[in-house]
């Protein structure tokens, strides 16, 4: 049997490999230790937090926090060139197929729920969370203080803090205001994951955001023959983000997630990668 990437099984078994990849030190859970090898000094495409007991990687998101204030510009190359890099080959499609805190989200989502759409004007919150959180806050300390994991990342309490706490119980007595805040920020993102789809990665993701600017020029694309296209919007209903890919096919807010290729009756849309120069089809007026 030929899998289709597009197919919504195949992409459950690759969200599961990445997951499992990007946190394969599980033997470290019992413990609470953190594993510091070789591996962790390389990053993780996707959302996962450093301080989890089973994570080989570094989370990008950190270490570019880390890095930003800091005298060591060599590694700062290092993590800006491997976020530009990933963007530009793959854009959101790492938010579809690579973040664990994107697995996280889908299967939150399954549980039978009525589901509601976010209020679009609330996904431009996230680029903010990216500039005040990530960039200015981090470089205005001077010492790459990770604002962004300190106070709201969510995957970070849910895959460190909880852990942590979980395995050394003489931190129980020094837990406050900050924990219980982030506590409700991550209550706040798994409630709101269930009734609607990908909530973080469209309110408050900056790591969607960065990959999301570079989305338009990304080589992996979604790919729409007009000529085929019968404008039924059934892609347009399918898209967990909420995105046209008939009108919108390089949507900042795309992840890849390849469900309207899959959705499509007239197998109008197909993922494609390019290369050279980017051109753009125009929408035929209907």
Wanted: with cysteine; proline share 7%; glycine share 10%.
């Amino acid at each position: 049997m030929k899998l289709k990437i597009s197919n919504p099984a195949t992409r459950l078994l690759i969200q599961i490999a990445a997951f499992g990849f990007c946190n394969s030190q599980i033997q470290n859970f019992p413990s609470g230790k953190l594993y510091t090898g070789t591996w962790k000094k390389f990053c993780a495409p996707g959302l996962n937090c450093y301080s989890c007991p089973a994570a080989a990687f570094s989370c990008p998101i950190g270490a570019l926090q880390a890095v930003s204030g800091s005298i060591k510009f060599d590694f700062s190359f290092y993590v800006t060139g491997f976020l530009l890099a990933v963007g530009v080959i793959l854009g959101r499609a790492v938010c579809g197929f690579l973040c664990p805190f994107g697995l996280i989200q889908d299967l939150l989502h399954k549980i039978p729920s009525p589901k509601l759409k976010l209020w679009k004007p609330l996904r431009f919150v996230k680029y903010a969370v990216l500039i005040i959180f990530v960039l200015i806050l981090p470089v205005s300390s001077s010492t790459g203080s990770p604002a962004f994991c300190q106070y709201i990342c969510p995957a970070g309490t849910l895959q460190g803090g909880i852990p942590m706490i979980a395995t050394h119980p003489e931190l129980h007595g020094s837990l406050g205001g900050l924990f219980f805040m982030k506590a409700s920020i991550l209550l706040i993102v798994i409630t709101g994951s269930v009734f609607i789809s990908r909530f973080f990665c469209k309110l408050l993701c900056p790591l969607g955001a960065l990959y999301g600017l570079l989305n338009k020029i990304s080589l992996c694309r979604v790919q729409v023959d007009y000529e085929k296209c019968t404008g039924c919007g059934k892609c347009h209903a399918e898209c967990p983000m909420d995105v046209n890919p008939v009108t919108n096919p390089r949507s900042a807010e795309c992840i890849r997630c390849g469900k309207c290729i899959h959705g499509c009756p007239a197998k109008a849309l197909k993922y494609s990668f390019a290369s050279g120069t980017v051109k753009i089809t125009p929408v035929p007026s209907r």
